[in-house]
């Protein structure tokens, strides 16, 4: 487990606001930290499974993973950082998260450690990614396009991409997948918090991008996850963490509903200052 490191914020001037923004700051910095951790866990725990058994003299445990389009062989029991981030630390360190950042998050804590405690061992959440979100027909799409457009690369897709565009972003050389992935998504607001932080903050705020994408295809997302782990234990997981994942949007945009709201507010009452002054 490593330490989070928050963003002190830089007081203008002697200004009284400076211990607001501070805060405000840190708390962006707490938020950038847990959408990283779900876009991790939800972009799968290291290289994808493909086949696992034995080696031909029986001796040794095998498995063939695929990672960026090349297949390899791997014998031998060796140990696995990502899963052991997951089994030991990945609760803990969310509730500490939650807890700073006022998320009510008691109950999916709850079933996420009990989710994580019924794993055994690397392969069978390698397993459970693979059955998931892998192996056709797929019972779940991390395409998010799917359940914004019901189709692929659709206006929803495009419009993800003139986002990043936009914010200076473009694709690297190694990613293989759509534009519209939730875990790049989710990346790309954790960019968008941490930007926020400094003095070169991008037009597109973190806020507004989850109000305009992620706040639409998590309910659709939610349901096909909790039809396909119905029956499958193991999936559990990652239902956990994308309850989880909800609360920390909903949380969040409540502010931003608020600070609409006001402003929308604000504009309505220049409008009939101006209309008076007309008359």
């Not at 909800?246 to 929308?264: F, K, P």
Request: glycine share 6%.
């Amino acid at each position: 487990r490593g330490t989070r490191r928050r963003s002190p914020g830089r007081p203008r001037n002697g200004d009284e606001r400076a211990p607001v923004t501070a805060a405000r700051l840190a708390a962006r910095s707490l938020q950038l930290s847990a959408l990283l951790v779900s876009a991790l866990v939800l972009a799968g725990c290291g290289p994808v499974l493909v086949w696992h058994g034995r080696s031909r003299d029986r001796e040794r445990a095998a498995r063939v993973v695929e990672e960026d389009g090349t297949q390899r062989l791997i014998e031998d029991e060796t140990p696995h950082a990502a899963y052991d981030a997951i089994k030991l630390h990945l609760a803990d360190d969310l509730g500490d998260l939650a807890a700073t950042l006022n998320y009510p998050a008691a109950d999916p804590l709850r079933d996420l450690r009990q989710a994580v405690a019924r794993i055994p061992h690397h392969l069978t959440l390698l397993q459970a990614y693979s059955q998931l979100f892998l192996a056709p027909p797929v019972r779940v799409t991390l395409n998010a396009g799917r359940y914004l457009d019901g189709a692929v690369m659709g206006r929803a897709t495009l419009a993800l991409e003139k986002c990043y565009r936009e914010a200076g972003l473009n694709r690297a050389a190694n990613f293989h997948d759509l534009p519209d992935h939730v875990a790049l998504q989710l990346e790309f607001v954790a960019r968008l918090y941490a930007c926020e932080t400094t003095d070169s903050a991008p037009t597109l705020k973190a806020d507004e991008f989850l109000a305009s994408f992620v706040r639409c295809w998590l309910p659709p997302f939610i349901g096909a996850l909790e039809q396909a782990c119905a029956h499958d234990a193991t999936a559990h997981i990652y239902l956990c963490l994308v309850r989880l994942l909800q609360i920390a949007v909903d949380h969040d945009l409540r502010d931003y509903r608020a600070a609409s709201g006001e402003a929308i507010a604000a504009q309505g009452r220049a409008s009939e200052i101006g209309d008076n002054t007309l008359m």
